[in-house]
């Protein structure tokens, strides 16, 4: 694995677990962070993995003191778009991107890829850990991580809202699913944590059924 120490970085920023622990042990490992970059859906409302409105990632990146670059795409243009916007970063004196990935090779070789292009260098801090060691290191640390979207079919929406913690594990590894979510059971949203400046409250809508998900409408006050 390359060194993140000293080198100016983005975060692939979905506003989540996982990509929260990966900023985290990125810092921890002497990294500059200079900006969390995030994917929206075309209208730019929200992202575009996890649904996460604007206004929130917006008050994210404000609880962490990292600027927040994002770019509207469609799912056909999103690989030149996040290219076009790591170039832009690596212009602005940023060396390595850093991304949450954790044992699935085509996502880690999509990173690498992209990254080359813009002569960046890809970290993946995570990368073939145990999934509770991350997970227990997250809630040990202090992150607070709410599921808001789960797989229709696959995790019953009645985890919508609840924390990651000890229990909920075990209620999600109970049902024989991949505890982490790695392959999109799950998403979460970090409203807290070690790095944060503020708690971010959370206010929850309705759940919204989109493209195979249930949603947890999700604001910020």
């Known amino acids: 694995m390359i060194s993140i120490k000293n080198s100016p970085f983005f975060c692939s920023w979905s506003g989540g677990k996982d990509s929260c622990l990966a900023l985290y042990r990125a810092i921890q490992q002497g990294g500059q962070p200079r900006a969390l970059l995030t994917m929206l859906i075309e209208n730019g ?3 575009r993995s996890h649904g996460i409105p604007i206004d ?3 008050k994210q ?3 962490l003191g990292i600027p927040l670059v994002t770019r509207a795409t469609s799912w056909d243009n999103y690989e030149s778009t996040f290219i076009s ?3 832009e970063l690596k212009k602005e004196g940023v060396e390595a991107g850093v991304f949450g990935d954790i044992d699935i090779d085509a996502h880690r070789e999509w990173s690498r890829q992209v990254c080359s292009v813009a002569t960046i260098k890809s970290y993946h801090p995570l990368w073939q850990e ?4 991350l997970l ?3 809630i040990e640390a202090g992150f607070k991580a709410i599921i808001i979207v789960v797989k229709n079919g696959i995790l019953d929406k009645q985890f919508l809202g609840k924390i990651i913690h000890s229990d909920t594990l075990r209620e ?3 049902i024989g699913i991949d505890v982490s979510g790695e392959r999109g059971e799950y998403h979460t949203v970090v409203t807290d944590g070690p790095i944060f400046s503020i708690h971010l409250k959370p206010i929850f809508k309705e759940p919204i059924l989109r493209d195979g ?3 947890l409408e999700t604001r910020i006050f």
Do not use: P
Request: one cysteine or more; a positive charge.
């Open 213 to 215: 998900c249930w949603f």
């Open 136 to 138: 227990h290191e997250l």
């Open 85 to 87: 916007a790591i170039t």
């Open 56 to 58: 929130l990632l917006k």
């Open 130 to 133: 145990s999934r509770y060691t």
């Open 45 to 47: 409302e929200r992202s």
């Open 61 to 63: 990146a404000l609880a």
């Open 172 to 174: 999600i590894e109970k």
